[in-house]
């Protein structure tokens, strides 16, 4: 079985600063992860990946986020949040044997002006 | 290519009535997916095809829901008979290479409200 656990329902972050969003996983060998994205009215968009190699992966809209295997957790993070940085944050794993990823139940992040 | 496109938007009923759901997947992608989200369960995967076949359908939640793809291009959703309960944003998403990466594509999500 795989599971995706995302502890904070809700991150408030001030524009301008560091943000992070956490993600903890569960999965059987080795883990494919993913950050997806979701703004009001639309569907999910995906942010970026972890498959293999630097444990550091960097996506789009300069969001990166941290593989760390023992910890089994694998966080989002910017350094400057925006305003239009907030949405609706899914963090998804998938084993190399599924080819169907969980999901997250979302953190909604609020960058405040 | 013009991404997932999913139809209706906006879906308003009455319970019992049939509601058909409409996917199409992006063109070269195998893969497709229907998930539900509500406030209360989150993102739930209802059902999965790979190369128009269902592989997954552990999802769905009864007799009430059946998915369908004909070909390559063209998926459904139907709840028959709908009920309040059904209420929720359903989306599609497309992939290409399951055994890879497999990032998901979805569509803008069609919102069903049974009154």
């Known amino acids: 079985a795989q599971s995706v656990a995302q502890p904070e329902d809700q991150v408030n972050v001030a524009e301008g600063n560091p943000l992070t969003v956490k993600c903890t996983y569960s999965?059987?060998?080795?883990?494919?992860l993913f950050w997806y994205v979701q703004y009001p009215n639309r569907g999910l968009q995906f942010l970026l990946k972890y498959i293999t190699g630097d444990n550091l992966v960097k996506g789009s809209y300069g969001f990166e986020a941290e593989f760390n295997k023992s910890q089994t957790s694998f966080h989002l993070k910017k350094p400057s949040a925006l305003v239009s940085d907030s949405a609706l944050y899914f963090c998804?794993?998938?084993?190399?044997?599924?080819?169907?990823?969980?999901f997250g139940r979302g953190t909604s992040l609020i960058v405040h002006p | 290519d013009a991404g997932v496109i999913q139809s209706p938007r906006h879906e308003v009923t009455e319970m019992g009535q049939e509601v058909t759901l409409r996917c199409k997947p992006i063109s070269g992608h195998n893969s497709l997916f229907w998930y539900r989200q509500t406030m209360m369960r989150g993102l739930e995967l209802l059902i999965y095809?790979?190369?128009?076949?269902?592989?997954?359908d552990s999802g769905m939640p009864e007799d009430r829901f059946s998915a369908k793809m004909p070909n390559a291009s063209f998926s459904t959703l139907k709840i028959q008979p709908s009920e309040p309960r059904d209420s929720a944003v359903y989306f599609c998403?497309?992939?290409?290479?399951?055994?890879?990466?497999?990032?998901?594509?979805f569509g803008a999500g069609s919102r069903l409200t049974v009154l």
């Open positions: 095809f790979n190369n128009n076949v269902p592989i997954d």
């Open positions: 998403a497309s992939s290409f290479d399951p055994a890879g990466a497999n990032v998901l594509t």
């Open positions: 999965v059987s060998g080795n883990p494919y």
């Open positions: 998804a794993v998938r084993s190399g044997g599924s080819y169907i990823p969980t």
